[in-house]
DNA sequence: GTAGTTGCAAACTTTTTGCTACCCA
DNA sequence: TGGGTAGCAAAAAGTTTGCAACTAC
Protein backbone atom coordinates (compact mmCIF):
# COMPACT_ATOMS: atom_id res chain seq x y z
CA UNK A 1 0.00 0.00 0.00
CA UNK A 2 1.95 3.32 -1.07
CA UNK A 3 0.88 6.66 -0.12
CA UNK A 4 -0.56 7.13 -3.66
CA UNK A 5 -2.51 4.24 -3.09
CA UNK A 6 -4.10 5.13 -0.33
CA UNK A 7 -4.98 8.86 -0.61
CA UNK A 8 -7.08 7.23 -3.93
CA UNK A 9 -8.61 4.85 -2.24
CA UNK A 10 -9.30 7.62 0.70
CA UNK A 11 -10.83 10.13 -1.72
CA UNK A 12 -12.82 7.23 -2.71
CA UNK A 13 -14.42 6.07 0.23
CA UNK A 14 -15.27 10.07 1.43
CA UNK A 15 -17.22 11.09 -1.16
CA UNK A 16 -20.61 9.46 -2.37
CA UNK A 17 -20.01 11.98 -5.98
CA UNK A 18 -18.44 8.97 -8.47
CA UNK A 19 -15.66 10.60 -9.50
CA UNK A 20 -13.92 10.31 -12.82
CA UNK A 21 -10.97 9.41 -12.86
CA UNK A 22 -9.91 12.91 -13.47
CA UNK A 23 -11.63 14.38 -10.99
CA UNK A 24 -9.58 11.90 -8.31
CA UNK A 25 -6.77 12.89 -10.39
CA UNK A 26 -7.54 16.25 -9.03
CA UNK A 27 -8.59 15.31 -5.77
CA UNK A 28 -4.92 13.61 -5.25
CA UNK A 29 -2.96 16.09 -6.85
CA UNK A 30 -3.85 18.31 -3.37
CA UNK A 31 -2.09 16.02 -1.63
CA UNK A 32 0.44 14.44 -3.96
CA UNK A 33 0.99 17.33 -6.27
CA UNK A 34 3.31 14.82 -8.27
CA UNK A 35 0.81 11.74 -8.79
CA UNK A 36 0.40 11.33 -11.85
CA UNK A 37 -2.77 10.11 -13.98
CA UNK A 38 -1.14 6.77 -15.01
CA UNK A 39 -0.73 6.05 -11.09
CA UNK A 40 -4.31 7.02 -10.97
CA UNK A 41 -5.39 4.74 -13.33
CA UNK A 42 -3.33 2.03 -12.30
CA UNK A 43 -4.21 2.16 -8.92
CA UNK A 44 -7.97 2.26 -9.64
CA UNK A 45 -7.19 -0.57 -11.16
CA UNK A 46 -5.67 -2.44 -8.80
CA UNK A 47 -8.12 -1.42 -6.18
CA UNK A 48 -10.73 -2.61 -8.60
CA UNK A 49 -9.08 -6.18 -8.95
CA UNK A 50 -8.97 -6.39 -5.19
CA UNK A 51 -12.82 -5.90 -4.83
CA UNK A 52 -12.18 -2.74 -2.46
CA UNK A 53 -14.07 -0.30 -5.35
CA UNK A 54 -16.33 -0.70 -8.60
CA UNK A 55 -15.86 1.04 -11.85
CA UNK A 56 -19.04 2.10 -13.34
CA UNK A 57 -19.80 2.91 -16.91
CA UNK A 58 -23.36 3.89 -17.64
CA UNK A 59 -23.90 5.87 -20.66
CA UNK A 60 -20.77 7.55 -21.12
CA UNK A 61 -17.77 7.38 -22.92
CA UNK A 62 -15.32 7.66 -19.44
CA UNK A 63 -15.74 5.14 -16.35
CA UNK A 64 -16.77 6.39 -13.19
CA UNK A 65 -15.55 5.07 -9.86
CA UNK A 66 -17.74 3.91 -6.48
CA UNK A 67 -15.73 4.02 -3.36
CA UNK A 68 -18.20 1.48 -1.97
CA UNK A 69 -18.19 -2.03 -3.37
CA UNK A 70 -21.28 -3.43 -1.69
CA UNK A 71 -23.44 -4.06 -4.39
CA UNK A 72 -25.97 -1.40 -4.67
CA UNK A 73 -28.30 0.24 -6.94
CA UNK A 74 -28.22 3.87 -8.87
CA UNK A 75 -29.76 6.60 -10.37
CA UNK A 76 -28.29 8.15 -13.05
CA UNK A 77 -29.46 12.16 -14.16
CA UNK A 78 -30.24 12.31 -17.56
CA UNK A 79 -29.67 15.98 -17.21
CA UNK A 80 -27.06 16.89 -15.36
CA UNK A 81 -24.71 13.35 -14.98
CA UNK A 82 -25.00 12.52 -11.89
CA UNK A 83 -25.33 9.20 -9.96
CA UNK A 84 -27.00 8.58 -7.48
CA UNK A 85 -26.93 6.01 -4.42
CA UNK A 86 -30.55 4.70 -3.55
CA UNK A 87 -31.23 3.12 -0.60
CA UNK A 88 -33.49 0.31 -1.47
CA UNK A 89 -32.80 -3.37 -0.79
CA UNK A 90 -30.68 -5.45 -3.21
CA UNK A 91 -33.24 -7.81 -4.54
CA UNK A 92 -31.05 -11.23 -4.86
CA UNK A 93 -34.26 -13.44 -6.14
CA UNK A 94 -33.74 -11.62 -9.39
CA UNK A 95 -30.24 -13.62 -9.39
CA UNK A 96 -32.83 -16.92 -9.54
CA UNK A 97 -35.12 -15.51 -12.01
CA UNK A 98 -31.95 -14.86 -14.29
CA UNK A 99 -30.51 -17.93 -14.20
CA UNK A 100 -34.27 -20.16 -14.86
CA UNK A 101 -34.36 -17.66 -17.78
CA UNK A 102 -30.57 -18.94 -19.52
CA UNK A 103 -28.00 -17.14 -17.52
CA UNK A 104 -26.17 -19.41 -15.70
CA UNK A 105 -23.86 -19.20 -12.48
CA UNK A 106 -24.79 -15.42 -12.18
CA UNK A 107 -22.23 -13.69 -9.77
CA UNK A 108 -23.56 -10.75 -9.51
CA UNK A 109 -26.00 -8.41 -10.93
CA UNK A 110 -26.16 -4.63 -11.83
CA UNK A 111 -29.41 -2.13 -11.66
CA UNK A 112 -29.32 1.81 -12.81
CA UNK A 113 -32.59 3.80 -12.66
CA UNK A 114 -32.88 6.72 -15.53
CA UNK A 115 -34.75 9.33 -15.00
CA UNK A 116 -34.03 13.26 -13.03
CA UNK A 117 -32.48 13.64 -9.81
CA UNK A 118 -34.29 15.08 -7.64
CA UNK A 119 -32.59 18.65 -8.32
CA UNK A 120 -33.08 18.28 -11.75
CA UNK A 121 -37.13 17.55 -11.26
CA UNK A 122 -37.03 20.69 -8.97
CA UNK A 123 -35.35 23.00 -11.96
CA UNK A 124 -37.61 21.39 -14.18
CA UNK A 125 -40.89 22.66 -12.40
CA UNK A 126 -39.91 26.61 -12.10
CA UNK B 1 -33.07 7.04 -44.70
CA UNK B 2 -30.12 6.45 -47.30
CA UNK B 3 -29.32 3.25 -47.88
CA UNK B 4 -26.23 3.36 -45.71
CA UNK B 5 -28.36 4.10 -42.60
CA UNK B 6 -30.87 1.40 -44.16
CA UNK B 7 -28.26 -1.29 -44.25
CA UNK B 8 -26.58 -0.71 -40.52
CA UNK B 9 -30.22 -0.56 -39.08
CA UNK B 10 -31.15 -3.98 -40.76
CA UNK B 11 -27.75 -5.35 -39.45
CA UNK B 12 -28.97 -4.75 -36.01
CA UNK B 13 -32.36 -6.40 -36.69
CA UNK B 14 -31.32 -9.74 -38.08
CA UNK B 15 -28.43 -10.25 -35.23
CA UNK B 16 -28.90 -11.02 -31.44
CA UNK B 17 -25.18 -10.59 -31.01
CA UNK B 18 -25.00 -7.22 -29.19
CA UNK B 19 -22.08 -6.14 -32.18
CA UNK B 20 -19.82 -3.28 -31.40
CA UNK B 21 -19.36 -0.82 -33.71
CA UNK B 22 -16.52 -1.74 -35.87
CA UNK B 23 -18.11 -5.67 -36.28
CA UNK B 24 -21.41 -3.48 -37.62
CA UNK B 25 -18.67 -2.03 -39.81
CA UNK B 26 -17.66 -4.82 -41.47
CA UNK B 27 -20.62 -5.75 -42.19
CA UNK B 28 -21.60 -3.29 -43.55
CA UNK B 29 -18.51 -3.16 -45.62
CA UNK B 30 -20.06 -6.37 -47.15
CA UNK B 31 -23.16 -4.61 -48.74
CA UNK B 32 -21.50 -1.24 -49.00
CA UNK B 33 -17.92 -1.92 -49.93
CA UNK B 34 -17.09 2.73 -49.76
CA UNK B 35 -19.06 3.01 -46.45
CA UNK B 36 -17.13 4.67 -43.40
CA UNK B 37 -16.90 4.33 -39.75
CA UNK B 38 -18.09 7.78 -39.61
CA UNK B 39 -20.81 7.26 -41.00
CA UNK B 40 -21.71 4.15 -39.12
CA UNK B 41 -21.33 6.01 -35.82
CA UNK B 42 -23.11 9.21 -37.41
CA UNK B 43 -26.15 6.56 -38.28
CA UNK B 44 -25.87 4.67 -34.96
CA UNK B 45 -26.49 7.94 -33.09
CA UNK B 46 -28.50 8.94 -35.24
CA UNK B 47 -30.68 5.31 -34.22
CA UNK B 48 -30.29 5.77 -30.83
CA UNK B 49 -31.84 9.59 -30.74
CA UNK B 50 -34.99 8.23 -32.76
CA UNK B 51 -35.23 4.99 -30.25
CA UNK B 52 -34.91 2.80 -32.87
CA UNK B 53 -31.82 0.52 -31.78
CA UNK B 54 -29.91 0.76 -27.75
CA UNK B 55 -26.60 1.66 -26.72
CA UNK B 56 -24.99 -0.70 -24.39
CA UNK B 57 -22.02 0.15 -22.79
CA UNK B 58 -21.23 -3.41 -20.18
CA UNK B 59 -17.83 -3.14 -18.49
CA UNK B 60 -15.75 -2.38 -21.62
CA UNK B 61 -14.13 0.48 -23.13
CA UNK B 62 -16.59 0.19 -26.20
CA UNK B 63 -19.92 0.68 -26.67
CA UNK B 64 -22.00 -2.65 -28.51
CA UNK B 65 -26.02 -2.00 -29.99
CA UNK B 66 -29.00 -3.74 -29.52
CA UNK B 67 -32.04 -3.68 -32.47
CA UNK B 68 -34.15 -4.65 -29.72
CA UNK B 69 -35.43 -1.21 -28.41
CA UNK B 70 -37.81 -2.58 -25.96
CA UNK B 71 -36.37 -2.84 -22.31
CA UNK B 72 -35.13 -6.49 -21.70
CA UNK B 73 -32.53 -7.75 -19.53
CA UNK B 74 -29.03 -8.88 -20.48
CA UNK B 75 -26.66 -11.58 -19.45
CA UNK B 76 -22.94 -10.45 -19.53
CA UNK B 77 -20.27 -13.38 -19.31
CA UNK B 78 -17.17 -12.70 -17.43
CA UNK B 79 -15.27 -15.42 -19.74
CA UNK B 80 -15.91 -14.45 -23.09
CA UNK B 81 -17.86 -11.41 -22.89
CA UNK B 82 -21.06 -12.78 -25.11
CA UNK B 83 -24.26 -10.24 -24.33
CA UNK B 84 -27.36 -12.94 -24.14
CA UNK B 85 -31.04 -11.69 -23.94
CA UNK B 86 -32.96 -12.76 -21.13
CA UNK B 87 -36.10 -13.49 -22.02
CA UNK B 88 -37.78 -12.53 -18.49
CA UNK B 89 -40.55 -10.25 -17.51
CA UNK B 90 -39.45 -6.51 -17.17
CA UNK B 91 -39.95 -5.68 -13.58
CA UNK B 92 -41.30 -2.04 -14.01
CA UNK B 93 -42.56 -2.18 -10.15
CA UNK B 94 -38.64 -1.77 -9.34
CA UNK B 95 -39.35 1.62 -10.30
CA UNK B 96 -41.69 2.86 -7.89
CA UNK B 97 -39.72 1.47 -5.30
CA UNK B 98 -36.37 3.38 -6.60
CA UNK B 99 -38.79 6.50 -6.83
CA UNK B 100 -39.84 5.91 -3.21
CA UNK B 101 -36.09 5.97 -2.62
CA UNK B 102 -35.15 9.22 -3.70
CA UNK B 103 -34.75 8.75 -7.79
CA UNK B 104 -37.45 11.46 -9.02
CA UNK B 105 -38.95 11.06 -12.63
CA UNK B 106 -37.90 7.24 -13.76
CA UNK B 107 -37.62 6.85 -17.47
CA UNK B 108 -36.58 3.70 -17.76
CA UNK B 109 -34.04 1.37 -16.08
CA UNK B 110 -31.79 -1.10 -16.70
CA UNK B 111 -30.75 -4.44 -15.25
CA UNK B 112 -27.60 -6.86 -16.25
CA UNK B 113 -26.68 -10.05 -14.41
CA UNK B 114 -22.66 -11.07 -14.59
CA UNK B 115 -21.75 -14.43 -14.45
CA UNK B 116 -21.00 -17.47 -17.37
CA UNK B 117 -22.98 -18.11 -20.22
CA UNK B 118 -24.27 -21.31 -21.08
CA UNK B 119 -21.28 -22.26 -22.86
CA UNK B 120 -18.65 -20.92 -20.66
CA UNK B 121 -20.18 -22.64 -17.80
CA UNK B 122 -20.17 -25.86 -19.80
CA UNK B 123 -16.40 -25.95 -20.70
CA UNK B 124 -15.60 -24.88 -17.19
CA UNK B 125 -16.91 -28.46 -16.21
CA UNK B 126 -14.35 -30.71 -18.13
C1' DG C 1 18.58 -5.48 -1.42
C1' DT C 2 14.89 -6.06 -4.33
C1' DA C 3 10.30 -6.50 -5.85
C1' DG C 4 6.99 -3.63 -6.80
C1' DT C 5 5.54 1.15 -7.85
C1' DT C 6 6.08 5.83 -9.60
C1' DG C 7 6.28 9.78 -13.01
C1' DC C 8 6.61 10.87 -17.50
C1' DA C 9 5.52 10.70 -22.09
C1' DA C 10 4.32 8.34 -25.92
C1' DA C 11 1.10 5.05 -27.79
C1' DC C 12 -3.34 3.10 -28.38
C1' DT C 13 -8.41 2.64 -28.93
C1' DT C 14 -12.69 4.23 -29.60
C1' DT C 15 -15.43 7.88 -31.03
C1' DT C 16 -16.22 12.54 -32.92
C1' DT C 17 -15.70 16.22 -36.12
C1' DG C 18 -14.53 19.43 -40.21
C1' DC C 19 -14.68 19.63 -44.76
C1' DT C 20 -15.74 18.97 -49.57
C1' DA C 21 -18.36 16.44 -52.69
C1' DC C 22 -22.34 14.05 -53.64
C1' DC C 23 -27.14 12.50 -54.02
C1' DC C 24 -31.82 12.79 -54.48
C1' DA C 25 -36.35 14.72 -53.54
C1' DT D 1 -31.23 23.43 -56.53
C1' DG D 2 -30.48 22.98 -51.85
C1' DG D 3 -30.62 20.43 -47.48
C1' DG D 4 -29.03 16.67 -45.63
C1' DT D 5 -25.52 12.87 -45.76
C1' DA D 6 -21.40 10.44 -47.17
C1' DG D 7 -16.44 9.60 -47.27
C1' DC D 8 -12.12 10.74 -45.79
C1' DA D 9 -8.79 11.90 -42.66
C1' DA D 10 -7.41 14.33 -38.83
C1' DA D 11 -8.44 15.27 -33.98
C1' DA D 12 -10.32 14.47 -29.51
C1' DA D 13 -11.03 11.95 -25.34
C1' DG D 14 -10.08 8.47 -22.25
C1' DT D 15 -7.07 4.90 -20.99
C1' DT D 16 -2.93 1.98 -21.18
C1' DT D 17 1.93 1.03 -21.40
C1' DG D 18 7.30 1.06 -21.61
C1' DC D 19 10.99 2.49 -19.17
C1' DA D 20 14.35 4.33 -16.04
C1' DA D 21 14.37 6.07 -11.37
C1' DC D 22 12.74 5.57 -6.91
C1' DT D 23 10.34 3.50 -2.50
C1' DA D 24 8.84 0.78 0.95
C1' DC D 25 9.62 -2.96 3.49
Redesign the interface.
Known amino acids: MTKQKKVILDILRHTDSHPTADWIYAQARKVLPDISLGTVYRNLGVLKEAGEIM?L????TYSRYDGNPENH?H?VC?NCGRI?D???PV?YE??K??A???????????????????D??QK?EH
Chains 1, 2 share one sequence.
Do not use: D, T
Open positions: ENYGSYCLILPMHLEEANSGCSKILYHRLEFYGLCPCQE
